[in-house]
């Protein structure tokens, strides 16, 4: 069945970076974009952009285009999400998504001094 | 950017009762619109699609409608399991665009 499954839970101080996983299966990987999607602490849901699996090509929401990076290793049907220079308001849960319906179980990133 | 304004915020309902949710769209979205359950700790779960369609698995007691920029979300016969957030989405145009969501609890 498809599934796509998230790294651990990561704590992190200002100023750190980290680079989440995202690893898929039971579908092939280059025929769909992974999204990403942002959810701070009760709150909704923030549309952070795609990456296109076919050609690595990222495409950036306004908010998440200074830090943030999208990349493949396609080989291993994962798709990542790093975010550098990490600051308190980056503290959220983080989701990848494809299309169809199908998320990962979000990872929880807490940045704290 | 499309905005998706969502409403209510918040909703309390009994057993067996029906609740709407609706969403308004800033610009025409084309039944591009999915609707969103999400309970706490969880990822969110398709319930619609195509404004209209039913994902696998979803009780038929949700029902999706509307055209245009006005959308809705039904659910009939209201049962405890639906105590959740409820998000709707538009994926007519890039970057996708969420409501603010509809916290639904059981009076």
């Known amino acids: 069945q498809i599934q796509l499954v998230q790294s651990g839970p990561e704590l992190k101080k200002p100023g750190e970076s980290l680079k989440i996983s995202c690893k898929a299966s039971?579908?092939?990987?280059?025929?769909?974009?992974m999204q990403w999607v942002k959810q701070a602490p009760g709150k909704g849901l923030q549309y952070m952009g795609w990456?296109?699996?076919?050609?690595?090509?990222?495409t950036y929401a306004d908010d998440f285009k200074e830090r943030f990076v999208f990349s493949l290793e396609t080989s291993a049907s994962t798709a990542y999400l790093q975010i550098n220079n990490l600051k308190n308001e980056d503290t959220a849960t983080y989701f990848c998504?494809?299309?169809?319906?199908?998320w990962g179980q979000g990872v929880m990133v807490t940045v704290s001094s | 950017d499309i905005r998706m304004t969502q409403s209510p915020a918040s909703l309390s309902a009994s057993l067996g009762e029906t609740v709407n949710i609706e969403c308004l769209a800033s610009e025409d979205i084309y039944s591009d619109l999915a609707w969103y359950q999400q309970k706490p700790g969880k990822s969110p779960q398709l319930l619609i699609y195509?404004?209209?369609s039913l994902q696998n698995g979803v009780p038929s007691r949700f029902s999706g409608s509307g055209s245009g920029t006005q959308y809705s979300l039904k659910i009939n016969s209201l049962q405890s399991e639906d105590v959740a957030t409820y998000f709707c989405q538009q994926y007519n145009n890039y970057p996708l665009t969420f409501g603010s969501g509809t916290k639904l609890e059981i009076k």
């Open positions: 195509n404004a209209n």
């Open positions: 039971g579908y092939t990987f280059t025929d769909y974009a």
């Open positions: 998504a494809r299309t169809e319906g199908y």
């Open positions: 990456i296109n699996t076919q050609t690595g090509k990222p």
